[in-house]
């Protein structure tokens, strides 16, 4: 984890022979997230943000 970007740091990988899809379409595959979130005030959210910068 790179602390002072606050993002994962990866490699680009070419592209595989054998690669897989991953479909968003099927049940238990969603790629919306959560809606908890949503409830959550501005202030705290980022307290939120604070927070797991800590971990």
Known sequence: YDTEQLAWKYTIYDAAVNKTVYNTTLNGYSNKGHYFG?????????????YLKTL
């Open 38 to 50: 949503d409830q959550l005030s501005i202030e705290e959210r980022k307290a939120l943000v604070e």
